[in-house]
T-cell receptor, first 112, second 113 residues
């Protein structure tokens, strides 16, 4: 079945770049997403990329998609303490009533 | 303010005592979902609804019921809660299929003893 995998933890020094990686299995995925969950809150959509794109940049966020390898990454430039959160990779396809499949989430810890 | 609200935010109950977690959205969204979040397992979809009176099972529907009598509300019902339903529950909504922005509620932390 469909699956989305990502590492569970990442520690990064404040000011450095964070790179969170994700792999997915469904080759028919149409859209890929990054969601952010801050402590005690629900998920919030950070950005998304259509499957025919390779890259999308939005201020400090850069999303890279390698469709051949089914690999998605989120780069956060100049990581700040406010970036400390759990980041969820997700994908959807119209084949499944547009259901969104989430990864288990990567907890980003910022070191001073 | 556009939002998804859930009530209650926290609930401690005992095995077998029926409970309902309410979810309401004020954005006229057609598509609503319930998820549970568990450590190491991420988010798993329980049920979803593409429109009024249309509901479908997600990945982990056992032990849960839902209804969608009106567009704005999508309550989650646990007829006979068990300890393995202790979890953090999120309701979410989006305009419809093909829409990317999914709005999440603040979560309901349920403990079943």
């Amino acid at each position: 079945g469909e699956d989305v995998e990502q590492s569970l933890f990442l520690s990064v020094r404040e000011g450095d770049s964070s790179v969170i990686n994700c792999t997915y299995t469904d080759s028919s995925s149409t859209y890929l997403y990054w969601y952010k969950q801050e402590p005690g809150a629900g998920l919030q959509l950070l950005t998304y990329i259509f499957s025919n794109m390779d890259m999308k940049q939005d201020q400090r966020l850069t999303v890279l998609l390698n469709k051949k390898d089914k690999h998605l990454s989120l780069r956060i430039a100049d990581t700040q303490t406010g970036d400390s959160a759990i980041y969820f990779c997700a994908e959807s396809t119209m084949n499944r009533d547009d259901k969104i499949i989430f990864g288990k989430g990567t907890r980003l810890h910022i070191l001073p | 303010e556009a939002q998804v609200t859930q009530n209650p935010r926290y609930l401690i109950t005992v095995t077998g005592k029926k409970l309902t977690v309410t979810c309401s959205q004020n954005m006229n969204h057609e598509y609503m979902s319930w998820y549970r979040q568990d450590p190491g397992l991420g988010l798993r979809q329980i049920y979803y609804s593409m429109n009024v009176e249309v509901t479908d099972k997600g990945d982990v529907p056992e032990g849960y019921k839902v209804s969608r009598k009106e567009k704005r509300n999508f309550p989650l019902i646990l007829e006979s809660p068990s300890p393995n339903q202790t979890s953090l529950y999120f309701c979410a909504s989006r305009l419809g299929t093909g829409e990317h922005e999914q709005y999440f509620g603040p979560g309901t932390r349920l403990t079943v003893t």
